[in-house]
């Protein structure tokens, strides 16, 4: 376990400490900067599940031509703006300002236009890798990589 604080490498069991009304795992030289807490009674201590590692969600972006690509394909199946707001369960209006490029459709909108008029809108953002630093060792960022910490 590292220190929420510093990031060091607590030997033994970490202290909980109150700081500014959070609580977190800190070692004993990270102490200080709280009020350190009294732990829970091993019956009352809620199980946690066990860590997993979180799978980021691709993002998604709106074509840039969506306007004219959603007006195309309402036009081929021979649909009136009403007809296709109805099919989404949105307004005419909103079909006139995303047609007229007034308006650029949301990740929600897009996807039930998609799949309304058998079009591709969205396209997926490559994440770019951060930079080696400090933060990407395993335990993640902590406060002492973000905050100099003066010490006396």
């Known amino acids: 376990m590292r220190c929420e604080i510093c990031g060091k490498k607590v030997i033994g069991r970490p202290l909980r400490v109150k700081i ?9 030289d990270c ?14 201590r809620p199980r946690m599940p066990p860590r997993s590692f979180r799978v980021r969600e691709p993002s998604y972006e709106v ?16 649909w009136s703006r009403e007809d296709l707001a109805k099919k989404i369960y949105e307004k005419a209006s909103v079909i006139n300002r995303v047609e007229s490029g007034k308006m ?20 997926k953002i490559e994440d770019e890798q951060p930079e080696e630093n400090i933060s990407s060792r395993k335990g993640g960022t902590t406060i002492g990589d973000i905050a100099h910490i003066k010490r006396n």
């Open 20 to 28: 500014d009304g959070s609580v977190m795992q800190t070692c004993k």
């Open 31 to 44: 102490s200080k900067f709280g009020k350190v807490q009294k732990e829970p009674p091993r019956s009352v």
């Open 63 to 78: 074509s840039e031509e969506f306007n004219t690509t959603i007006r195309m394909a309402r036009e081929k199946k021979g």
């Open 104 to 123: 650029i459709p949301d990740i929600k909108l897009a996807r039930k236009l998609e799949n309304a008029l058998n079009i591709q809108l969205l396209d």
